[in-house]
């Protein structure tokens, strides 16, 4: 709030697409980080949206891993909505979600066919549990949703998200530490560690910029 107070946020009116500066795979530490640049409007919900003609419509998505979101595939994920889960609102009764707020944004957006940007917060392999990172992972489409009980036994509803075509590819496997990487000087991807949601973004390039031979 100080840095907006001294108007140094950037992107504050930005709504739908990729927002100016942010690449595919931008890894941030802090929730207050994808507010300052326009990322995710939201400090703590995970559903942002706009109001377009007097309809809610969502602009982007934090994957906290609160929630018992799915993914199907490295392209497509299934994403419970807001509100009714006992882990985020403690000592509150749960109760049905209700088609409302981000909810209603997100089946507005499926309706409209606007793009959401989907930002994935994980934790860093082996570390501290609040050492998390949030990366970009690109804008998806809602292709539909539906209600169904959940493992509290209240209803939810749950959406599907497709990644939109011509972005970049993401690796989605989790990084396992040197010490189990490392054998005979050589690195070997330990094949029983993967992840289909992000936790740690591996580059394609020498970081080294040749001066290690691995």
Not at 54 to 78: H, L, M, P, Q
Not at 88 to 93: F, I, P, Q
Not at 177 to 199: A, G, R, T, W
């Amino acid at each position: 709030m100080t840095l907006k107070n001294q108007k140094k946020w950037v992107n504050c009116g930005w709504t739908f697409g990729h927002v100016p500066g942010v690449e595919i795979g931008g890894q941030f530490r802090f929730r207050a980080e994808l507010v300052t640049i326009g990322l995710h409007h939201q400090f703590i919900k995970g559903i942002s949206y706009v109001n377009i003609d007097k309809k809610d419509v969502a602009t982007s998505i934090v994957d906290s891993g609160r929630y018992e979101n799915e993914a199907i595939s490295s392209e497509t994920f299934i994403y419970v909505g807001q509100d009714g889960n006992p882990k985020v609102y403690v000592n509150v009764r749960v109760e049905d979600q209700k088609l409302e707020g981000g909810n209603l944004a997100l089946k507005n957006s499926m309706d409209m066919g606007c793009p959401v940007r989907v930002i994935c917060g994980r934790q860093r392999v082996k570390s501290e549990k609040s050492d998390i990172r949030y990366t970009y992972d690109g804008l998806y489409t809602v292709t539909k949703y539906w209600e169904e009980r959940a493992s509290t036994g209240k209803y939810v509803f749950k959406f599907e998200l497709k990644r939109n075509l011509g972005q970049p590819k993401l690796n989605h496997e989790v990084v396992p530490q040197p010490s189990s990487l490392v054998k005979e000087n050589h690195f070997h991807v330990n094949k029983e560690k993967k992840s289909i949601m992000q936790s740690e973004f591996v580059v394609d390039y020498d970081v080294s910029q040749g001066k290690e031979r691995y």
